[in-house]
């Protein structure tokens, strides 16, 4: 079996296994999408699926730094109802 990879959640900042984390991406037009498959080309940042993490994500607009682009509330809210 192969290695998993890892990757760094924005929020916690705790490396975890890529397939418990969400990948939102920035589309060629600029804006910002979930990446179910975590495959879409573009800039990406992974985020832990847990509440805790999307709430501090949203409070400290971490998406929007870390992927240099606008991010609305709907994206924080797929985040929270999909975890």
């Known amino acids: ?14 490396m975890k296994d890529k397939r418990e984390l969400v990948r939102c991406r920035v589309t060629p037009d600029g804006k910002v999408e979930v990446d179910p498959t ?22 400290y607009n971490m998406l929007a730094k870390a992927l240099n682009a606008e991010v609305g509330d709907e994206l924080y809210d797929e985040l929270e109802n999909n975890g």
């Open 38 to 59: 975590g495959k879409k080309s573009g800039r990406g940042a992974y985020i832990c699926r847990n509440a805790e993490c999307v709430a501090k994500a949203r409070k």
């Open 1 to 14: 079996m192969g290695k998993i990879p890892q990757r760094m959640c924005i929020a916690c900042r705790q």
